[in-house]
């Protein structure tokens, strides 16, 4: 189902048959790097992944990682939506491209649409995004977005901190 659509770009809840992408997207060096190792090795993985993630938080919560699609051609490059984390009170904007789509402005391009639609649809108050501080791309992103650095925050007492960003809907 199409949640949003940009000047480029539409946004669509993921389903199990794009499995095969997703099994690609969290094994890339990049996402290893920055977000980790969620154990998708295959694409039965990636299927019950793609299940128990964002299609449950999509029934549970109203919102969820959105599969970004370029408009022109079809072609699925990335996911970028609202994550329900434990340990944040808010919902947490989340992205990642696959590598060839990096630099493009795809990123800022979704991200800004999903906060829009986080006010204005879903009526959201505060949106937030946790980011590793070496992940100087991502933090780019969230900057130019409008977001704000709040505080460092462990979210797992065996991983580093976070970078904890915010904006409000004022």
Not at 33 to 44: D, F, H, P, S
Not at 101 to 123: R, T
Not at 147 to 156: P, S, T
């Amino acid at each position: 189902m199409n949640i949003l659509e940009t000047e480029h770009l539409l946004l669509r809840t993921l389903n199990t048959d794009d499995a095969e992408f997703y099994l690609r997207l969290v094994n890339e060096p990049t996402w290893l790097q920055y977000i980790g190792n969620r154990g998708v090795t295959t694409l039965e993985h990636a299927r019950i992944a793609i299940e128990q993630g964002p299609m449950q938080m999509m029934r549970q919560f109203g919102h969820c990682l959105y599969l970004v699609v370029l408009k022109q051609s079809g072609e699925s490059i990335g996911i970028c939506g609202l994550l329900k984390r434990d340990g944040l009170e808010d919902a947490d904007l989340g992205f990642a491209f696959l590598p060839e789509y990096v630099g493009q402005g795809y990123a800022f391009e979704s991200a800004s649409a999903v906060l829009q639609y986080a006010f204005s649809a879903l009526s959201m108050a505060r949106v937030v995004a946790i980011v590793m501080p070496e992940n100087v791309r991502s933090i780019s992103v969230i900057e130019r977005l409008g977001m704000q650095f709040e505080r460092m925050i462990a979210l797992d007492s065996e991983k580093p901190p976070v970078r904890l960003y915010f904006r409000s809907s004022v």
